[in-house]
């Protein structure tokens, strides 16, 4: 069992900065990818960026530059990801979900609760 904890999401205005953190704890496959997902009413969950277990990147394209993905690794059982978000537009504005699975994990999925980032004059 993996538990994915978000935060750091926050009402900002056009440019401004966010890092959002997700925290993971319990049966953590060190070589699990972990990343971020984000999603507004109506529409489908949207991919952000992963982290994978051998510490290789990737973003979505329409991102990419703005967003920086990170992972924190201790003593084997406690992750955190990390997503600092730069120069933040009101497209931005979604609920931001943490991911854990794939990569040479086999085993369940796992998402966190969400952390809401709003983006407002």
């Known amino acids: 069992q993996v538990h994915l904890v978000e935060s750091g999401g926050n009402l900002v205005q056009p440019g401004q900065s966010l890092r959002l953190s997700c925290a993971a704890s319990g049966s953590i496959f060190s070589l699990a990818d972990m990343g971020w997902y984000r999603q507004t009413p109506g529409k489908e969950r949207e991919w952000v960026a992963t982290?994978?277990?051998?510490?290789?990147?990737?973003?979505?394209d329409s991102l990419k530059g703005r967003f920086i993905i990170s992972k924190d690794s201790a003593n084997g059982t406690y992750n955190t990801l990390y997503l600092q978000m730069s120069n933040l537009q009101p497209e931005d504005t979604a609920m931001y979900f943490c991911?854990?699975?794939?990569?040479?994990?086999?085993?369940?999925?796992?998402w966190g609760q969400g952390t809401q980032v709003t983006v407002s004059p």
């Open positions: 991911h854990y699975g794939g990569g040479y994990y086999k085993g369940p999925e796992y």
């Open positions: 982290f994978t277990g051998r510490g290789v990147t990737t973003y979505s």
